[in-house]
T-cell receptor, first 114, second 114 residues
Framework: GQQLNQSPQSMFIQEGEDVSMNCTSS?????WLWYKQDPGEGPVLLIA?????ELTSNGRLTAQFGITRKDSFLNISASIPSDVGIYFC??????????????FGEGTQLTVNP | KAGVTQTPRYLIKTRGQQVTLSCSPI?????VSWYQQTPGQGLQFLFE???????NKGNFPGRFSGRQFSNSRSEMNVSTLELGDSALYLC?????????????FGPGTRLLVL
């Protein structure tokens, strides 16, 4: 089946540093999504990317949809302690009549030291 | 607008029992998807419902089933529970009106099978 390779698996950084994580796939996706998950909670949508090459920002977060439609990256600038959590990339496939599904990366565990 | 709600939040069952989980999507959303999250397998797609019809199904045994009601609320059922079914079960809803579909997750139901 399809798989997303997300890296790095974990990151330990100091408050104020910038963070970068990325996902690659062997398959093409219609949409790339980035989520953050806190312990015991569901994933919260951070950024959605709909077009190849698209670069989108949401506050201190910036993400890009790769030109080949097989990869995406997420950058977090000037990290703060509340950025701690697990970040997931997800590729979205959608068909007109047969529905849609998300395929998730393995997640990046981010730790921010004050 | 209220987010995706899931009930119950926590559940303990024993092997061989069955369980039913409930999901209420965001108002106006017609597509509901279910995912299983475990430490070993990550986030895995179970199935997707749209207008009371299952449109898409992941690679899970027939013990996992679901349905969607006319008000878009959805339930999933797991019969003959196994220890390996212990997981966080997540529901996500989307509007599905164009290729720019985005899925929003509920807080999940934590199932423990003893």
């Amino acid at each position: 089946g399809q798989q997303l390779n997300q890296s790095p698996q974990s990151m330990f950084i100091q408050e104020g540093e910038d963070v970068s994580m990325n996902c690659t796939s062997s398959s093409i996706f219609n949409t790339w999504l980035w989520y953050k998950q806190d312990p015991g909670e569901g994933p919260v949508l951070l950024i959605a990317l709909y077009k190849a090459g698209e670069l989108t920002s949401n506050g201190r977060l910036t993400a890009q949809f790769g030109i080949t439609r097989k990869d995406s990256f997420l950058n977090i600038s000037a990290s703060i302690p509340s950025d701690v959590g697990i970040y997931f990339c997800a590729g979205h496939l959608q068909w007109e009549t047969s529905g849609s599904r998300l395929t998730f990366g393995e997640g990046t565990q981010l730790t921010v030291n004050p | 607008k209220a987010g995706v709600t899931q009930t119950p939040r926590y559940l303990i069952k024993t092997r061989g029992q069955q369980v039913t989980l409930s999901c209420s999507p965001i108002s106006g959303h017609r597509s509901v998807s279910w995912y299983q999250q475990t430490p070993g397998q990550g986030l895995q797609f179970l199935f997707e419902y749209f207008s009371e019809t299952q449109r898409n199904k992941g690679n899970f045994p027939g013990r996992f089933s679901g349905r969607q009601f006319s008000n878009s609320r959805s339930e999933m059922n797991v019969s003959t529970l196994e220890l390996g079914d212990s997981a966080l079960y997540l529901c996500a809803s989307s509007f599905f009106d164009s290729r720019q579909e985005t899925q929003y997750f509920g807080p999940g139901t934590r199932l423990l099978v003893l």
